[in-house]
């Protein structure tokens, strides 16, 4: 059975500062799919990034990047230079390829808070 | 393009009454989806469908009911609402396979069972 764990409920860092949020995964597939998606207090939820299972490269847009690592069933996502605005929560999400069975697993969310 | 439109967006009914949350895409998205938000839950699929006239069950499907007539339409019903019920439920969309696809999520229905 596919799972999502987010270990970091909340996390409060000073703005400029580089903060990185968890995400384990678990499935028995072979094939799959990891998500981010961005909740900020607004409350509509935006797509960050997809990465398949066998694309290992880190991904960098800006000042966010993704760390993908099948060893550690891990897709650690890192803030540098934190800013206000990165204030949201922050969820990452699993899909399974076998059998295409259309279903997206979220993780409980990570709350971050950038203080001035 | 006005993307994912979800109305009402808050609601608040008492025990027992029915009612229809609606959903509409205009991206000829294959891909709907429901889910529902809870504190400290995360997002959780109620119902799916992959296509008009197909529908099928997620994680938490009890008390709810979806039909999917049109590719743009997906509405959620609740058949007797119960304060378990409250919560904010989010209507999305995706191109086709969720797997291989962003999904696009409405602005959310806020609902309050008392």
């Known amino acids: 059975a596919q799972k999502v764990t987010q270990a970091q409920t909340e996390i409060s860092v000073v703005e400029k500062e580089d903060v990185t949020l968890d995400c384990v995964y678990e499935t028995r597939d072979t094939t799959y799919y990891l998500f981010w998606y961005k909740q900020p207090p607004s409350g509509e939820l935006v797509f960050l990034i997809r990465r398949n299972s066998f694309d290992e490269q880190n991904e960098i847009s800006g000042r966010y990047s993704w760390n993908f690592q099948k060893s550690t069933s891990s897709f650690n996502f890192t803030i540098t230079a934190s800013q206000v605005v990165d204030s949201a929560v922050y969820f990452c999400?699993?899909?399974?390829?076998?059998?295409?069975?259309?279903?997206?697993?979220f993780g409980k969310g990570t709350r971050l808070h950038i203080l001035p | 393009n006005a993307g994912v439109t979800q109305t009402p967006k808050f609601q608040v009914l008492k025990t027992g009454q029915s009612m229809t949350l609606q959903c509409a895409q205009d991206m000829n998205h294959e891909y709907m989806s429901w889910y529902r938000q809870d504190p400290g839950m995360g997002l959780r699929l109620i119902h799916y469908?992959?296509?008009?006239?197909?529908?099928d069950q997620g994680e938490v499907p009890n008390g709810y009911n979806v039909s999917r007539s049109t590719t743009e339409d997906f509405p959620l019903r609740l058949l007797s609402a119960a304060p378990s019920q409250t919560s904010v439920y989010f209507c999305?969309?995706?191109?086709?396979?969720?797997?291989?696809?962003?999904?696009?999520f409405g602005p959310g229905t806020r609902l309050t069972v008392l």
């Open positions: 999400a699993l899909s399974e390829a076998a059998n295409r069975d259309d279903k997206i697993i």
């Open positions: 469908s992959v296509g008009a006239g197909i529908t």
């Open positions: 999305a969309s995706s191109y086709e396979w969720v797997g291989g696809n962003e999904q696009f």
